[in-house]
């Protein structure tokens, strides 16, 4: 393999992966701050998806898509928060998994009444659509290093926000002791729909961003959830830099296990086994990766307790 | 109790009486119907061990339902091309005999419930629940991704197993066979219930450090709690791919083992019969709904969120008041 390949699988892995942190640093904010854990967080990157295809093929503009991502997502978001998952935050976990699954049959199902079992197609802006290229001659696609610079800012952004804003204090000082916040004066409960609405915003955001590379259907987003659960197992649950990182790791592990491990293996066994052998274990990698995590660091690389 | 013991009692007759019904009135669609709802409440019965009576939410039971479910796809496909699986250390011939390929999904079973046991069981609380999922995401890729048994396509099997001095092919015979592997189960599970080790599970559930230091491991405990109960799930899922006469990775999807969950919640936690009465309702729910909407999943959804939010004693609990509730 060239190293041009290598590089070009790398960048796949990162953009990957910064999509993954998306997902996950929404799921670990919620965790870490409601103790909640929701399965629903996929539905929120399918709807964020849809209302990007959707106000897309309306208005034509990838812009506006975005934001009408963004905007859906943290609406469902602080609905569902107001509406059910407030009344979780005191129920053990088997509770807050059956009502999220609950969740995720309502929405995936109200999604394919509204609009269809076919996929939707959410198109890259004109502009982007061609390849740039990078130093060294690396031909990459212009949407694709988008969305690792889009992704990078808003992990930029949500490290400022945690630790230098007013509200990064107060989810800081949630995470640490919910009841004595509460006792200070801070809106305990404005401040969980704030943080649900903020986190399913980034999940609308990753659906939108991943929809115009990939097609916009139901279920899309259970794959990608069960993704950045692992991420945070790997990471560390509550840490948003365990998120950025296990992100990373499994992004990349996944993206060159596809291509590598074939190509290892067909120095050992004939092509054809080489690749179907290969693909079985390319797999199977991320959930490897998690099991050595597991091993060594049962609380994941930067979680405590 | 009383009220419990004569609900229960009901419940486990009116799954015969369908069938029977259904036999009389020539009706061989019920009768699957019913066998179906046995084989879920079966694989929900061994959910339960884990899940309610060890506290263990575990979201990657359809691993163990796929294996049991390849297991017999394996065996019987082998048997069909009369060509022997070589692993090339030994050589497997394949297996028509259910009792043969049930041993085998058991086994099969347990030796992955101990492994990913090993794994998750180092961690506690929602750690447990994202590692099951993500271990039986991984099983599902693996078999999508894996081609020598028909990969994503799934595999068919054209002639149901067969069980000495039984006509499997028909239904009410294959339906009796699976009640009577139900009963026999149920059975057993009632017995771990009361069992020392049982009560040591519960126990180890209700406060871990208490069960320490009265020199009991919690660890250990549910580790072999997981194994029994991933054998179970595996046993009925070599029954599901001889319902259906067909594997596919499906089998081993994380909706599946949301299922095994919504089963046990809809029937009541922790009640030893909650599991079959919930696996009922869902495939009645199923039919019934599936005939009003396509899109009855929405129903469904709602039910389950009412059950969780207001109900929590699912419909046992409901029938039969708190008080039997062993938790």
């Known amino acids: ?12 892995g990162l953009q990957s992966g910064i999509m993954l942190f998306l997902m996950a640093a929404g799921l670990t904010l919620i965790f870490g701050v409601m103790g909640l854990i929701n399965l629903a967080h996929g539905s929120l990157y399918m709807i964020g998806a849809f209302a990007a295809a959707a106000v897309a093929g309306a208005t034509g503009s990838f812009v506006l898509a975005l934001g009408a991502s963004l905007i859906a997502a943290a609406a469902a978001g602080a609905i569902i928060e107001i509406g059910v998952i407030r009344r979780l935050y005191e129920r053990d976990h088997l509770d807050q998994v059956l009502a999220t699954f609950a969740l995720i049959l309502i929405l995936s199902e109200g999604t394919r009444w509204a609009f269809g079992s076919f996929p939707l197609y959410l198109d890259v802006p004109a502009a982007l659509a061609g390849p740039v290229t990078l130093p060294g001659g690396i031909q990459y696609p212009a949407y694709r290093l988008l969305i690792i610079g889009v992704g990078l800012v808003i992990a930029v952004g949500l490290f400022l926000l945690i630790a230098r804003t007013r509200i990064g204090i107060q989810i800081r000082a949630g995470e640490s002791d919910r009841e004595m916040i509460a006792a200070l004066g801070v809106d305990i409960s404005k401040l969980y729909t704030l943080i649900f609405a903020l986190g399913a915003a980034l999940a609308g955001l990753a659906g939108a961003l991943v929809g115009a590379i990939q097609s916009v259907q139901v279920g899309m987003g259970e794959p990608v959830l069960i993704l950045a659960f692992v991420v945070i197992v790997i990471g560390g649950i509550g840490s948003i830099k365990g998120a950025l990182v296990g992100a990373l790791l499994v992004g990349l592990t996944d993206t060159l296990g596809g291509v590598l491990l074939p190509l290892a293996l067909s120095g050992v066994m004939d092509a054809s086994a080489a690749t179907s052998v290969g693909s079985a274990l390319a797999s199977m990698s991320i959930y490897i990766l998690m099991a050595l995590v597991l091993i060594f660091r049962p609380t994941g690389l930067y979680g405590t307790a | 109790m009383q009220r419990e013991a004569v609900l229960n009692t009901l419940v486990f007759l009116a799954l015969p009486a369908v069938a029977v019904i259904a036999l009389v009135l020539d009706e061989p669609f019920a009768i699957t119907l019913a066998t179906r709802a046995a084989i879920l409440a079966l694989a929900a019965v061994g959910l339960n061990l884990a899940l309610g009576l060890g506290g263990l939410v575990s ?5 163990f339902f796929g294996l049991g479910g390849y297991a017999m796809g394996i065996l019987a496909s082998h048997a069909q091309s009369y060509a ?18 049930w041993l085998t999904a058991v086994f099969v079973s347990a030796l992955a419930a101990l492994l990913i046991g090993l794994l998750a069981l180092r961690t506690a609380g929602v750690y447990f629940i994202m590692i099951t999922l993500a271990f039986g995401q991984m099983f599902y890729y693996f ?4 081609p020598a048994y028909g990969g994503e396509d799934g595999l068919s099997i054209y002639v149901r197993n067969s069980f000495p ?18 009963a026999v189960v149920l059975l057993i599970m009632g017995r771990i219930e009361r069992s020392p080790f049982g009560l040591a599970l519960g126990t180890a559930r209700q406060n871990a450090a208490r069960a320490e230091t009265v020199g009991l491991s919690p660890f250990h405990l549910r580790l072999v709690a997981f194994v029994i109960s991933g054998a179970v799930t595996g046993l009925a899922g070599a029954l599901f791919a001889d319902l259906n006469r067909f594997v596919s990775p499906t089998m081993f999807s994380w909706q599946m083992s949301g299922e095994f969950i919504v089963f046990i919640v809809l029937g009541g936690i922790g009640r030893l019969f909650g ?29 389950l969120l009412f059950v969780v939010l207001f109900a929590r004693g699912g419909v046992i609990g409901a029938l039969a008041g708190r008080g039997a509730h062993h938790g």
């Not at chain 2, 001095?165 to 139900?182: K, S, Y």
């Open chain 2, 59 to 63: 979201l990657g039971h359809a691993v």
């Open chain 2, 84 to 101: 022997p699986l070589d692993l090339g250390l030994f050589v497997i011939e394949g297996t028509k005999s259910m009792p043969v390929i």
């Open chain 2, 165 to 182: 001095g039984l006509n499997t092919l028909d239904p009410i015979q294959f339906f009796g066979l699976v009640f009577a592997v139900l």
């Open chain 2, 275 to 303: 599991p079959v009465v919930g696996a009922c309702l869902f495939v009645l729910l199923e039919h019934l709904l599936s005939g009003v909407s396509e899109f009855w999943l929405i129903y469904l959804g709602a039910i």
């Open chain 2, 143 to 146: 078999n999508i991704s894996w």
């Open chain 1, 1 to 12: 393999m060239t190293t041009l390949l290598l590089i070009e699988q790398v960048l796949n």
